[in-house]
Structures are given as C-alpha cells and as structure tokens.
C-alpha cells in the first residue's frame, strides 16, 4: 500500500520534513512552503526582503543568496531541494562582534566606493562578490569582470562594482579574511 503522505507530488516534493539553516537558524519549512522558490519563502514567511525579485528566472542575479557557501539563484530554488542546506542572505552577511554589527568587507567596499544607486540589484551583486572572494581571495580585474557580468545591474554602475570588488579583496586581505 502506497503511503500517500509522503508521496511523491510529481515535481520532485513531498510532505517529508524540509529544515534549512538560514543565516545560522535552523528552519523547519512548513509543508505549504515545500514547492515555493527559497526567494518567496525568504520574503513572504521569513520576512528577510533583501533579495529581490527581478526576473523569476535566474538571469538577472537580483535574488542571488549563498548556498552551501556558492552565490545562487534563489527565484530558482524550490524549498523542498533545500533539506540540509546551509543558506545565507545579505541579511546574514555582516558578522557579530562584541562592539556591534561589522560589515563584510564587500559592504565596506561598497559603501566607500558609493556602489549604489537605485540599489535593487546591490544584495545580489554582494552576494556574487562576497562568493567570489570567498573561493578567489585575490581576483584578477578579469575573473571580477567574468563574475559580476552575471548580474545585471539597470543603472549602469559596473565600474564602480569592479572597483568595490577589488578594494574589497585587500580588505578581506588587511583584516585577516572573512
């Protein structure tokens, strides 16, 4: 006999148990949410709105989020492919101390070099930069160029994103890594 609680849907879910660890909290997944992009559950359950909805379709890098430390397209990822997973958000990005928040380098770089403008797409390019400096601590401006054009960015600061990146490496580097 079939077990119709756990049977498989037809598009790979199941009413099986889903816990993620978003930014260091471990996350039971409510079954309603087991088919939803980790984007909608992000912003409709657990209120984190920093990724953002551009596309719906992994093009634009807008929704870009960490999984098991790779920059990922969160408009892309259903819930229940999630089990285990190890997510963080721009929310989750600047570290704890004992004096208060301290940013990522890549948030300090930003913030120096006056990155945003409209500032829709700047969690995304964060989350690329930040996973780029974590496996590439010393990016050539071609491997910042070749990943960052990943992400689209409508008010056409790419080179002021270039710059951040390369001045965020040799903050990582000054302060020890991050």
């Known amino acids: 006999m079939s077990d119709p609680i756990?049977?498989?849907?037809?598009?790979?879910?199941t009413s099986a148990v889903v816990k993620v660890?978003?930014?260091g909290r471990r996350i039971t997944v409510p079954t309603p949410w087991h088919n939803a992009t980790l984007l909608m559950f992000l912003r409709e359950e657990?209120?984190?709105t920093g990724s953002k909805f551009g596309c719906g379709e992994g093009y634009c890098g807008a929704c870009t989020v960490h999984v098991?430390?790779?920059?990922s397209r969160s408009c892309l990822l259903p819930m229940h492919s999630l089990n285990e997973a190890n997510v963080r958000t721009i929310e989750g990005l600047a570290t704890q101390t004992d004096a208060g928040e301290r940013l990522h380098p890549v948030q300090q770089a930003w913030v120096a070099h006056n990155v945003p403008q409209c500032?829709?797409?700047?969690?995304?390019?964060?989350?690329t930069a930040a996973a780029l400096l974590a496996t590439t601590p010393h990016p050539t401006s071609t491997e910042?160029?070749?990943t960052m054009d990943a992400n689209l960015c409508r008010c056409g600061t790419y080179n002021r994103i270039k710059a951040a990146?390369?001045?965020a490496a040799e903050l990582q580097e000054a302060q020890g890594g991050q």
């Open 68 to 71: 098991g430390g790779n920059a």
């Open 119 to 127: 500032g829709y797409c700047q969690a995304g390019q964060i989350m």
């Open 144 to 146: 910042v160029q070749q």
């Open 46 to 48: 657990l209120g984190l």
């Open 21 to 23: 660890r978003i930014n």
């Open 6 to 13: 756990n049977k498989d849907k037809g598009n790979g879910a």
């Open 165 to 167: 990146v390369l001045t």
